[in-house]
């Protein structure tokens, strides 16, 4: 029924919004942006369309209403970050195709431990590193088997004290689901809300977030959450009365050997996955030799030398064109809907009427703003796509900040990294709705679970952008800065 409504919603709305919403101040070409920005926005959280596909409303809407050309539109799909994410996600799918990322998850788990809380750690670390670097979705349906023949393996154990293996599977299931998110938060390109963020300050402002500046920031919260939720999960939210893992080293050591010795295409992948991490970090000292250095560079650069490797067998290559269209290609379109709506708002003059009508909350604490703002962004992204939400509201708190003269990072950051912290529903990420399909878990016991690891990120979140995102990207938190504000 949503959907049906949200389908005739949305074009109702814009029609409704072109012809009689006219106040003063809203120019011919922000009416039009703001009306197509409503029906997509309808048809985003209604999902009366698949939301891929609404992304491309802007460049049917933007040049009919008036808002913006239609050269300028597209080209905003073409944005610099769309190529970053598809230079990324080529070397995630090299690293799923020859199976590096499993034994890297073994022998994460291997090294911490094999008793039953640190083989929950050792899950948790293994989905979150992964998470960093390739999509959260594949992490957690490559985890998920792994996980389930340990909890198999408990459960076939005859020394396994009753129920035992029930609570094990639940807090396993959901410390893959919520690592996986987690581990996202730590990188530019771990979870698409990131490089969404990325592209709209670009667009914006002009202004390049790099992998480096990023990743000081996004690991730091995700070790701190990582963390708690390991703590939070063995120890409150589950009681175990088994602390020993019957049989838990055997079967371990048994999936690694399964694995057999590191082939040839492992070695070849891993070091370009190595040089490609090291060069992200260290490209600003890099660019003292290559200034045109740039992370969308070294990506695709990456990306190329996959498809010219050769592989041991044949005359095939480490990556193969059938192998790279499996990309999500919906994911991509998502960007550039984010990015046509960052421009139209920027361009139209939209924003700064928008920041105008904010400007009766520029006596709000900015503790208290931040706080409704990530508790907002926290909960609505338990119904609606994370992706979604940031690419719909990071245009709106970018004159929100300049009309409450606060640096716009401050809220922008706050929603992004609010986005990935869902936890409570099976629809609220894909890494919730893999382990949901296990078996192990119910409605009720997400909910009860994740409600409380929502509302620590929500605290978590809110220190670290009010007193910590400021200090190590080195800007001035209370003030817009006047050089930004052309």
Known sequence: MSKKVGLILGPLLFVLTLMFFHPEGLSKEANAILASTI??????????????????????LFPLAGGLDLKTTTAAFG?????????????????????????????????????VTKIILGFMLATAFMSMWISNTATSVMMLPIGMAIIAQLKDNPSTIANENAIFGKALMLGIAYSASIGGISTLIGTPPNLVLAGVVEEIYGIEVTFQ???????????VLLSICWVYLTRFAFSFKQK???????????????????????????????????????????????????????????????????????NSKIMTWSEAVKMPWGIIL???????????????????????????????????????????????????????????????????AMALNIHPY?????????????????????????????????????????????????????????????????????????????
């Open 39 to 60: 029906w997509i926005a309808v048809w985003w959280i209604s999902e009366a369309v698949h939301i891929s596909v609404t992304s491309l409303l802007p460049i049917v």
């Open 79 to 115: 944005h610099k970050y769309v190529f970053l994410y598809v230079g990324g996600f080529t070397i995630a799918l090299a690293i799923e195709k020859w199976n590096l990322h499993k034994r890297i998850a073994l022998t994460i788990i291997k090294l911490i431990g094999t008793d």
């Open 213 to 223: 500046q990023w990743i000081k920031f996004g690991l730091p919260i995700s070790v």
């Open 244 to 314: 020993s893992f019957p049989g838990g080293a055997a079967e371990i050591n048994r999936q690694v050997s399964a694995l057999g010795k590191m082939s040839y295409e492992e070695k070849i992948v891993l070091g370009v996955f190595v040089v490609t991490a090291f060069l992200w970090v260290t490209r600003s000292y890099l660019q003292n030799f290559l200034p045109a250095l740039d992370d969308t560079i070294i990506a695709i650069a990456s990306a190329v030398a996959l498809f010219i490797l050769p592989a041991a067998a044949g």
């Open 334 to 400: 998502l960007f550039g809907g984010g990015m046509a709506l960052a421009a139209g708002f920027q361009s139209s003059g939209l924003a700064e009427w928008i920041g105008g009508q904010l400007a009766s909350l520029k006596g709000l604490s900015v503790v208290i703003l931040l706080f409704i703002l990530i508790t907002s962004v926290n909960f609505l992204t338990e119904i609606t796509s994370n992706l979604a939400t940031t690419a719909m509201l990071l245009p709106i708190l970018a004159p929100m």
């Open 410 to 486: 401050m809220l922008m950051v706050a929603a992004t990294v609010a986005a990935s912290c869902a936890f409570m529903l099976p629809v609220a990420t894909p890494p919730n709705a893999v382990v949901f399909g296990s078996g192990y878990l119910r409605i009720p016991d997400m909910v009860k679970t994740g409600i409380w690891l929502n509302l620590i990120s929500i605290f978590l979140i809110l220190g670290m952008v009010y007193f910590y995102l400021a200090w190590v990207w080195g800007f001035d938190a209370s003030v817009f800065p006047d050089d930004w504000k052309g």
